[in-house]
């Protein structure tokens, strides 16, 4: 077969190492100039390792990828450093990523014995119950509060989702979402030698070897059924004809792409809503914490939700002796910061730096880079599991598999890769 692989990120890749396996033609379409998709990274001329646009990591529980990469044979270069996260609570930070240890001494000295037995038994329970379709019916902002209880709700749980999804999608954001990432995460992060870019060039090195072909630099423009039985891709002024086509693109450019989809089917592709990610990355000559992940509430007055540390995460040794810090965000793409320019981010972000360390001062600013991504964050309503389109779409050869199709999962390379790896197999499934 001819297969057409709309998206070089990892879903895409998975995909493609699957097929070509199986001795399918493959071309991978890529409008980028590097494979990666939003795991996609840049690097400095002065700098070892690359830098992920988006920041990323993995857990120790993520099976599909790191299952993959030991398929590969390369378990020996991921590795688990021990960063420490941080919550921000009355103008201090506390780490707070330790079941027990530092969590329960947060908990027990500001809440009383009966809220913090509500807080475990409710993490317990979430992290060993597989029920989430019972879940999914209520919102996570009801749940919480009801079983966790009003104060430790507003103090960790409403300013997280606050963060992720805005204010406005308080009351939609089901409760299945939040039990996927107690249930699936765990606190030690991951990462490859060398940065997600290594492991992507890497990946893609095998798919060619396979025999796909990967066109960067391509961006498809159109999706077209053929009288003939194929499907038509237009991507970079010219036309080919393939077998199967599958998208890993968002779900409204698909819709957009292919204009052949019936209405239902498209118009449930385009009702999927997702937030946008804006992320300033900072070069500093010094220091500027100890820890790595700092989780920020939106009413404490920071201009973004997170700021990460990269640098406390994998050294500065690997960076040019740079101290490198993201300030990320997650925002509906009307905010007016997906609009400033860079400079005007930076102005606005840098006097905030002073909370985290008081000595501070813009003379630390070596570099700045501005990432800026309109599909980031899906975000999924009360019921959410009807909505999910299928895999196989209604025009026969061709499929879409997306990051708002791994639900109740959330987004991340670990759920593209088994999502890339499961349209894979449906697809040699389908042909056989």
Known sequence: MQIAIIGAGPAGLAAAYDLT????????????????GLAAGFKAPHWDWSLEKFYHHWFQSDAAMLGLIAELGWSDQVLFPRP???????????????????????????????EVVRFGLVGAYLKFVADWRSLEQHTADEWMRRYCGPEVYKTLWRPMLIGKFGEENL???????????????????????????????????????????????????????????????????????????????????????APDLPEDYSAKLRSLKSMGAVVLILSLKQRLTPYYWHNL?????????????????????????D????????????????????????ERFLPSLTRFNPAFDR?????????????????????????????????????FASMSQVYPWDRGTNFAVEIGRKVGTMVLEDNR
């Open 21 to 36: 396996r199986a001795g399918q033609k493959v071309s991978l379409f890529e409008g980028a100039p590097n494979v990666g």
């Open 84 to 114: 420490y996260t941080v919550i921000y609570y009355k103008d201090h930070f506390y780490p707070f990523d330790h079941m027990y240890t530092n969590m329960p001494a947060f908990l027990l000295r500001r809440f009383s014995p009966i």
């Open 171 to 257: 009351g939609v954001v089901n409760m299945a979402w939040l039990w996927a990432r107690i249930k699936a995460r765990t606190t030690r992060l991951g990462t490859f030698v060398g940065g997600f870019q290594a492991f992507m060039d890497k990946l893609a090195d095998v798919v060619r070897r396979q025999g796909a072909e990967i066109r960067l630099n391509t961006a498809v423009t159109g999706i077209r059924k053929d009288g003939g039985g194929t499907i038509s891709i237009d991507a970079g002024g010219t036309t080919s004809r393939f077998d199967v086509v599958i998208s890993t693109s968002s779900p409204a450019l698909t819709a957009r792409l």
């Open 297 to 321: 509430p939106k009413d404490a007055g920071f201009p973004y939700l997170a700021m990460v540390e990269h640098t406390n995460f994998i050294g500065p040794e690997h960076y040019g002796g």
């Open 323 to 346: 101290h490198i810090i993201y300030c990320g965000d997650y925002l509906d793409t009307a905010h007016e910061n997906f609009t400033l320019s860079k400079e005007a981010l930076v």
């Open 363 to 399: 003379s630390w600013l070596k570099d700045s880079w501005l990432w800026r991504t309109n599909y980031a964050q899906p975000v999924p309503p009360v019921n959410h599991s009807k909505n999910i389109p299928d895999l196989r779409t209604p025009v026969k050869g061709l499929y």
